[in-house]
């Protein structure tokens, strides 16, 4: 398993751990079913480079189910132990949960491999409108700086 995140700074305006590379998400669709009124429904993929990691974030009022499609993906939430997600397993983040630790590790430990995660994020309308889709990310290292706590 990977070793545990030690840094989180910016380098050239992105926040990133340890140095390493970020995530990519596509968004693939976004609809308001009538089914769950003032709610938004999205799918997107996240893929995650080889050695890559996400710095510490909560998804703010949004719920989110994710799907494994490759890789090897460690999750920590909370103060939760660690886990390994593989192809085929699936999580379920309540609004607000924190993301300690988000990172590729690669079968069996090597990080050779790309991760990717089918993701459906549940949200209100109003967040999405006020927040954008940008905004439902919210990383702990931008929430410091504002509070005047600059991480670098």
Do not use: C
């Amino acid at each position: 398993m990977s070793a545990s995140i030690k840094a989180v700074f910016n380098k050239d305006g992105v926040w990133t751990v340890d140095g390493r590379p970020r995530e990519t998400v596509k968004l693939l669709v976004t609809e308001q079913p009538p089914s769950i009124p003032g709610k938004t429904y999205i799918s997107t993929l996240l893929t995650l480079p080889a050695g890559g990691a996400m710095p510490p974030h909560v998804h703010g009022n949004a719920a989110i189910m994710g799907l494994m499609l490759r890789g090897a993906l460690l999750i920590q939430f909370n103060d939760e132990e660690p886990k390994v997600y593989r192809p085929g397993e699936a999580w379920y983040e309540g609004p607000g949960m924190h993301h300690v630790r988000s990172e590729n590790v690669g079968e069996k430990g090597k990080d050779e491999e790309e991760v990717a995660v089918y993701a459906v994020i549940v949200v209100d309308n109003e967040v999405l409108e006020k927040e954008g889709f940008d905004g439902l990310m919210l990383l702990d290292a931008d929430q410091d700086e504002k509070k005047g706590g600059k991480k670098e």
